[in-house]
């Protein structure tokens, strides 16, 4: 009964590969989210989908390229992987209006490249 | 852009006592909401309590409280009696209510220690 899932939790892969995180949600909202963590915990926004459509692109490099085939589908695949990729990926979601306003986050994907 | 900032990177609370961590943020603009997470070694973002901006009553959430100060543009975190599962990365957020709303703005991040 998981509100935002994400798979998978863990990943190592070598440079070079290609590689896709897919997350789900099941609560019924308008926006989606890709987040990367890094190894000092700082959290960066990087893209956003409202409706299946992009709505931020913060300056991610274009090996990222992340697809909304529904709205509560936002999956993220990356092209030759890089060492400096290695990071915990956060899906998120979120309502547009309302009470409930906060992001809902999946429970991270550590992408390792080895 | 909105920022947000949270200047103490660690922190150190003996189990029991009381700990407040420290938020400000930077807009210039005036209906917003911002957020307090909390993130165990489990590394799940959970939600600690949320605070509308045009609200001037301060949220509360069982043993935790914020102190929001608007005008300041400041918003701390109170944690009251605390316990061990209390130890975690506790982060500050903004998020619009109008406009780009589609963004969450989060701090650097608080690391919590919880000495028995």
């Known amino acids: 009964d998981t509100a935002v899932s994400q798979t998978p939790k863990y990943l190592v892969t070598q440079m070079g590969n290609d590689k896709s995180i897919k997350c789900e949600q099941n609560?019924?909202?308008?926006?989606m989210y890709w987040y990367k963590q890094d190894s000092k915990k700082f959290l960066k926004i990087m893209f956003s989908?409202?409706?299946?459509?992009?709505?931020i692109n913060e300056t991610v490099p274009n090996r990222f390229s992340p697809k909304s085939p529904d709205k509560a589908h936002l999956n993220l695949h990356i092209n030759s992987l890089e060492l400096g990729d290695s990071a915990v990926y956060f899906c998120?979601?979120?309502?547009?209006?309302?009470?409930?306003?906060?992001?809902?986050f999946g429970q991270g994907t550590r992408l390792t490249v080895v | 852009a909105q920022t947000v900032t949270q200047s103490q990177p660690e922190m150190s609370v003996q189990e029991a006592e009381t700990v407040t961590l420290s938020c400000t943020y930077d807009?210039?603009?005036?209906?917003?909401?911002l957020f307090w997470y909390k993130q165990p070694p489990s590394r799940q973002m959970i939600l600690v309590i949320r605070?509308?901006?045009?609200?001037?009553q301060n949220a509360t959430e069982n043993r935790f409280s914020v102190n929001f100060q608007k005008a300041a543009k400041s918003f701390s975190l109170k944690i009251s009696d605390s316990q061990l599962g209390d130890a975690a990365m506790y982060f500050c957020?903004?998020?619009?209510?109008?406009?780009?709303?589609?963004?969450?703005?989060f701090g650097s991040g608080t690391k919590l220690n919880v000495k028995p």
């Open positions: 998120a979601s979120s309502q547009d209006y309302g009470v409930n306003t906060e992001a809902f």
């Open positions: 609560l019924g909202h308008d926006t």
């Open positions: 989908y409202n409706n299946k459509e992009l709505i």
């Open positions: 807009t210039s603009e005036s209906d917003y909401y």
């Open positions: 605070q509308e901006a045009y609200k001037q």
């Open positions: 957020a903004y998020r619009s209510r109008r406009g780009n709303f589609n963004k969450f703005y």
